[in-house]
């Protein structure tokens, strides 16, 4: 609550330097300042970071939709970002996700789907062989099962072909409503959000909501926006946490948000030592993705290096 308060005294400081960031970084980094200077305007929305105690679900909503819309500025080439072609490797990347980055995901995919590019093949492989694959990702041979089952029951069930329907989805080993989600928001174009540990973290942070289940979260957040909107707002929230609003240090000082936020001040308040916390491209950094959309190189960004290459 102390931090809270602190807020506002700090609040310009904060947002000025998230706008100076950029031009330390590469000229193609640069291109991406203007959507970064866009979030200044937030300075003027809120004097006083709100109290959960005091706030009303209507000024909540009003809240939570003024949060997207400044990270949607902040993000606006915001995307998934593990590497996939069609609704099987998304699956499948998905999956691999578990307990690591989707960086170190999308640099071991490209060799598992160049030897088995249909669910066909990874149902008939030699376990052994997909292990070999799948090491660098960790939890490998359980991952081999997963996937290979998973390619067995869509090879069976789904006649090889990813359904587009939740409670079908979900009937596949390994695949849970957040995997689901994902499958559904980027590879169907259906709205879903995800509760990723981003996601729970950031949105307790914000007050959003107090639930800790993930499908309550769901349940709450979904409840906040339009059905529209929960992919979008889930890469808006997911890019923030990865890139801004870490788990350990969240870089408060040079965030651009902090006057719409109760927990300003849980991290790095001092814009100078903030900036240094930020990641990827606020500071020059690649993202995750091999081969990132066209937007997010436009914007400045850079793709990731392949495995082996530092
Ligand atoms: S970094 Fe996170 S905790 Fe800090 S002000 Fe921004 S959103 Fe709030």
């Known amino acids: 609550m102390s931090a809270a308060k602190k807020a506002p005294a700090k609040t310009t400081a904060a947002v000025k330097k998230a706008t100076v960031a950029p031009r330390k970084a590469t000229a193609a980094v640069k291109k991406a300042a ?75 995919t490209p060799a598992l789907f160049a030897k088995y590019p249909t669910p066909e093949d990874l149902a008939a492989a030699n376990p052994e062989e997909v292990e070999e694959i799948l090491r660098p990702t960790g939890f490998f041979r359980a991952k081999t099962k997963s996937v290979i089952g998973l390619s067995k029951a869509l090879v069976e069930q789904f006649g090889g ?34 509760v990723d540990t981003h996601f729970q973290r950031l949105v307790r942070r914000w007050q959003w909501t107090d639930e800790t289940d993930p499908d309550k979260i769901e349940a709450a957040i979904g409840a906040l926006f339009p059905k529209s909107e929960w992919t979008d707002l889930s890469h808006h929230v997911i890019w ?31 814009p100078e030592k903030a900036r240094k916390l930020l990641k990827y491209e606020k500071g020059g950094f690649p993202g995750q993705r091999l081969n990132p959309p066209q937007a997010y190189l436009d914007a400045g960004g850079k793709p990731a290096p392949p495995l082996g290459a530092g």
Request: charged share 25%; glycine share 8%.
């Open 34 to 108: 203007p959507a970064v200077k866009k979030a200044a305007p937030a300075k003027t929305v809120a004097k006083k970071p709100p109290a959960k105690s005091n706030e009303s679900q209507t000024a909540l909503v009003r809240r939570a939709r003024r949060i997207n819309r400044e990270l949607a500025e902040v993000y606006p080439y915001a995307h998934p970002e593990l590497d996939f072609e069609n609704p099987f490797q998304l699956v499948v990347a998905t999956v691999l996700s578990a307990q690591t980055t989707d960086l170190r995901v999308n640099q071991t």
């Open 161 to 194: 072909e990813v359904p587009g329907r939740l409670e079908d989805l979900v009937k596949l080993p390994g695949v849970g409503r957040k995997t689901a989600f994902v499958v559904l928001g980027n590879a169907f174009g259906r709205p879903g959000i995800t």
């Open 240 to 270: 923030h946490g990865r890139r801004i609003c870490h788990a350990r240090k969240p870089a408060c000082g040079a965030c651009p948000i902090t006057p719409l936020c109760p927990a300003y001040g849980e991290g790095e308040t001092d």
